[in-house]
């Protein structure tokens, strides 16, 4: 069974900076992709990044591009999400998930994940 953990996540005022982490249990961790997603209220749960098993390769959302970052430590069976220069429209509670195994990329589809974590809230004030 894989449990995903997020943590991170708080009230920060607009232009500010968060760094959500996702500790992740099991000895496989470092075989699969993984990613980040979000979900505001009323709104469907949509992509915002995944890196591949390596750390090599990463895709972002148009909407986060050049103000996010994740990046992933296998040693530590975690990873990141780094967000900067945040704005009001990122309010959402952010969710990690487990992607792919090694060999098969990185995907933005709800449907290439398997197991998901509780959630954890960013509020972007203006």
């Known amino acids: 069974q894989v449990q995903l953990v997020e943590s991170g996540g708080g009230l920060v005022q607009a232009g500010g900076s968060l760094r959500l982490s996702c500790a992740a249990s099991?000895?496989?961790?470092?075989?699969?992709?993984m990613g980040w997603f979000r979900q505001a209220p009323g709104k469907e749960r949509e992509f915002v990044a995944a890196i591949s098993w390596s750390g090599a390769s990463t895709i972002y959302a148009d909407s986060v591009k050049g103000r996010f970052a994740i990046s992933r430590d296998n040693a530590k069976n975690t990873v990141y999400l780094q967000m900067n220069s945040l704005k009001p429209e990122d309010t959402s509670i952010y969710y990690c998930?487990?992607?792919?195994?090694?060999?098969?990329?990185?995907?933005?589809?709800?449907?290439?994940?398997?197991?998901w974590g509780q959630g954890t809230q960013v509020t972007v004030s203006s």
């Open positions: 099991g000895r496989t961790f470092s075989s699969y992709a």
């Open positions: 998930a487990r992607g792919p195994p090694a060999g098969y990329g990185v995907v933005a589809t709800l449907g290439g994940y398997d197991y």
